[in-house]
T-cell receptor, first 115, second 110 residues
């Protein structure tokens, strides 16, 4: 399976600011997803990152708050905009290579604390 | 709205015992089922997948699926302290993104 890296691994931010999280895969994948895992909770899908077009957002998540880019088949970014303490969470990039029949697997995550 | 229900635990079992983790789901259209393990502070890792009714064994792990009862389980034989983690049940319909349960925390006592 491909190796996934995320930057930053963790950050502490002030409310009202924005943070961009990068997800890099060492080989091309068909699908890239962004999940959030709040403390003590399960994984919630934020959106599917579509290569060359707008991301597909799940109910409760909007582009203005979580803009996503995916310029190619190995890279995606998630921005958490105008942050509040409620955005404190782990943000996980997940990829899948459907051409290889692989199931989703996850990057190491980005731990975000908003003060 | 797909719902995936798991008992949050913690489930405590002695070393060497069988740990039984259960998951129920609401969407009858779900076709693929997965178990992920998540150690504290780490990201989830896939341990088992199952697509048809019955049992699937992989080493000490056995996944069981009953689509009529909308039930999937994971058995861990000869449990080890290193199995202590949160186990997440996930499912999907077709190639849609995975939907996760809240996870069951397993503690294996040496």
């Amino acid at each position: 399976s491909a190796v996934i890296s995320q930057k930053p691994s963790r950050d502490i931010c002030q409310r009202g600011t924005s943070l961009t999280i990068q997800c890099q895969v060492d080989s091309q994948v068909t699908m890239m997803f962004w999940y959030r895992q709040q403390p003590g909770q399960s994984l919630t899908l934020i959106a599917t990152a579509n290569q060359g077009s707008e991301a597909t957002y799940e109910s409760g998540f909007v582009i203005d708050k979580f803009p996503i880019s995916r310029p190619n088949l190995t890279f995606s970014t998630l921005t958490v905009s105008n942050m509040s303490p409620e955005d404190s969470s782990i943000y996980l990039c997940s990829v899948e290579n459907q051409k290889m029949g692989e199931t989703q697997y996850f990057g190491p995550g980005t731990r975000l604390l908003v003060l | 709205q797909k719902e995936v229900e798991q008992n949050s635990g913690p489930l405590s079992v002695p070393e060497g015992a069988i740990a039984s983790l259960n998951c129920t789901y609401s969407d009858r259209g779900s076709q693929s089922f997965f178990w992920y393990r998540q150690y504290s502070g780490k990201s989830p890792e896939l341990i088992m997948s199952i697509y048809s009714n019955g049992d699937k064994e992989d080493g000490r792990f056995t996944a069981q699926l009953n689509k009529a009862s909308q039930y999937v389980s994971l058995l861990i034989r000869d449990s080890q302290p290193s199995d202590s983690a949160t186990y997440l049940c996930a499912l999907r319909e077709g190639n849609t993104p995975l939907v996760f349960g809240k996870g069951t925390r397993l503690s294996v006592i040496a």
